[in-house]
């Protein structure tokens, strides 16, 4: 009896890289609502300017959320070890992930040539470091991405554990939730 109790207990716990990630997507979830919420109190104050989002952001927004339902795709699709299906999803995944990267780039782009810059608005600033810190985090979901891609095509790694994929699934859902809960403060605090 005492075996069983012991074995369904070890099933229910959570492996250390899942609890690890879960730590620390509730420490970034706080310094981002940190963030927002100086910005909040913040443009109150008298000469707080403002500016429009670049389009572009739509687009990127549009990926980000298309790499969500691959990456999900490409996650049931290892544990039903359908490798080959597996590849062609973590793959669009991947490009997806690069894609969204560029066109970010490209938004920031447009507005530093518009003239938002740091030395700009209190809202350009706080617009700056928020979304590259953003940034900083989906280059290192876009890197977990490329990890497991190069993996699912090494010849030499045949390792169907689905831990590693599970995690960076879950990182890169997370940075695509944040990405949009980011947008969406700006479209509508702005």
């Avoid at 739509?58 to 999900?72: D, E, F, G, M």
């Avoid at 810190?133 to 977990?144: D, R, S």
């Amino acid at each position: 009896m005492e075996a069983i109790m012991n074995n369904d207990s070890q099933r229910k716990r959570i492996h250390p890289h899942k609890f690890t990630l879960w730590v620390a997507m509730g420490s970034i979830v706080m310094m981002f609502a940190g963030l927002t919420s100086a910005y909040i109190v913040k443009s109150n104050q008298p000469r707080w300017t403002t500016f429009d989002m670049p389009v572009i952001f739509w687009y990127s927004t549009a990926v980000i959320l298309l790499s969500s339902l691959t990456v999900h795709m490409a996650v049931r699709s290892f544990k039903e070890r359908k490798m080959a299906t597996y590849r062609k999803l973590i793959t669009g995944t991947a490009v997806l992930g690069l894609l969204f990267v560029t066109l970010q780039a490209t938004g920031f782009y447009q507005l530093w040539n518009q003239g938002i810059t740091l030395e700009g608005s209190g809202a350009a600033q706080f617009m700056y470091v928020i979304f590259g810190l953003h940034a900083l985090h989906v280059i290192g979901g876009v890197i977990a991405l490329l990890v497991i891609f190069f993996r699912a095509f090494s010849a030499h790694t045949r390792n169907y554990n689905p831990i590693p994929v599970e995690v960076a699934s879950s990182y890169w859902h997370f940075v695509d939730l944040l990405w949009v809960y980011l947008f969406v403060f700006f479209m509508i605090i702005q």
